[in-house]
């Protein structure tokens, strides 16, 4: 992945620090899972790391028990990310919140509408980022982007079908006004990462499209 262009790495703690040395320059952001009480020793972890930035979810409606913390309810997941925000702000630690309405077991009630409003409360908490689902076309992002008050990435979801799907949806949502993307699978499940790294990498920082920068995955 670094070596396809990456800016930064997103990885839990115990992968960030055994692989100081992989990193090198590239930047870290943190992924962290918080309560109330975890907070400050979590800021501090990641200060001592010399990580970049910290990136936790928020789950906005979620009922108790739907979400993997068993119960933690969505109100709470709320409360708990403007104490996270306050203690990053303290410390100068960005942080990206990824807004998951409904909790992961709600993707049936994922709608446009409800990771606009899920992305408008993260960006309320105090992140400086927010990490969302791709909406599935411009007009909707466009409205999700322009109801957030802080900068939009958008995450990549399931493994997609094609390479080709992927860049186009991210052709998309740059159009759309997302400041770049988080993805995991898509990149390092595909069978060429540099390339695929690479050619992501072209569409965000050089504007390319999605059939020009499928180019440099074959």
Not at 82 to 91: I, M, S, Y
Not at 122 to 131: F, I, L, P
Not at 138 to 154: D, H, M, Q, R, Y
Request: hydrophobic letters at 40%; aromatic letters at 6%.
């Amino acid at each position: 992945v670094i070596d396809g262009g990456a800016d930064a790495i997103l990885a839990p703690y115990g992968t960030a620090a055994g692989s100081a040395e992989v990193l090198g320059n590239t930047g870290l952001w943190l992924s962290v899972d918080t309560t109330p009480q975890t907070v400050a020793p979590i800021v501090e972890r990641a200060l001592r790391l010399g990580a970049d930035g910290i990136k936790a979810e928020v789950y906005p409606w979620c009922e108790q028990g739907d979400d993997h913390f068993g119960s933690y309810t969505g109100k709470e997941s709320v409360l708990n990310m403007v104490v996270l925000a306050t203690e990053c702000h303290k410390w100068g630690l960005p942080l990206m919140v990824e807004a998951i309405p409904y909790g992961w077991p709600g993707a049936d009630k994922r709608t446009p509408e409800t990771t606009a409003a899920a992305c408008r409360v993260a960006s309320e908490t105090g992140a400086d980022y927010v990490k969302s689902f791709y909406t599935g076309d411009k007009e909707s992002f466009k409205a999700l982007v322009g109801n957030c008050t802080v900068p939009v990435f958008i995450l990549g979801g399931a493994k997609a079908e094609s390479s080709r799907d992927t860049l186009e949806m991210v052709r998309d949502a740059m159009d759309s006004g997302a400041m770049g993307i988080t993805m995991g699978r898509n990149i390092w499940g595909h069978d060429n990462v540099p390339g695929m790294t690479a050619a992501l990498a072209a569409i965000i920082h050089d504007d390319a499209s999605a059939e020009t920068a499928s180019k440099l995955i074959d």
